[in-house]
């Protein structure tokens, strides 16, 4: 089982026992956030959906992200609260970044924002991940999944 697998599977268990719902909005990764979720035990039941925000401008017109960069702290945030008020969902995670090898925003390849919304407030967290662009997907979703957990009570791996 691989990482991501693993973590999807923990959030899925924790979500099951909390009985907390979760949303995604993703840039960056493009599904991959969503689909690894969505493959996780008895997904049904706690996973309320995903917004797959590529373009600026559904960031801004679906999610509510304002006019900053949309590789930023701020717009991770927006995207967080954006989705979980959208899917109505008790917990939501939001990632947007850079995969390279170009820079985006002025950040540099591998930067990434991600932030989590739930009901006792939003936090959010920013990485500079090293690789390929593969890599740095790989590697975002492994800390948002890590984030949903520590948000709905689990341990991170």
Do not use: N
Request: net charge negative; proline share 5%; glycine share 8%.
């Amino acid at each position: 089982m691989s990482r991501i697998d693993d973590c999807a599977s923990r959030v899925a268990a924790a979500a099951l026992r909390s009985r907390r719902t979760v949303a995604v909005a993703e840039s960056l990764t493009c599904g991959q956030l969503s689909a690894a979720l969505g493959a996780a035990p008895d997904s049904a039941q706690w996973l309320r959906g995903a917004v797959v925000a590529y373009s600026a401008d559904v960031k801004r017109q679906v999610l509510g992200v304002p006019e900053v960069p949309v590789v930023s702290e701020s717009a991770a945030r927006a995207m967080a609260v954006g989705v979980r008020m959208l899917l109505g969902a008790d917990v939501a995670v939001a990632v947007t970044g850079v995969g390279g090898p170009d820079p985006q925003d002025g950040e540099p390849a591998g930067s990434v924002w991600l932030a989590v919304h739930a009901e006792d407030g939003t936090w959010a967290r920013h990485e500079l991940f090293d690789g390929e662009p593969e890599d740095v997907l790989r590697r975002t979703v492994e800390v948002a999944l890590d984030m949903v957990c520590e948000a709905i009570g689990e341990t991170p791996s």
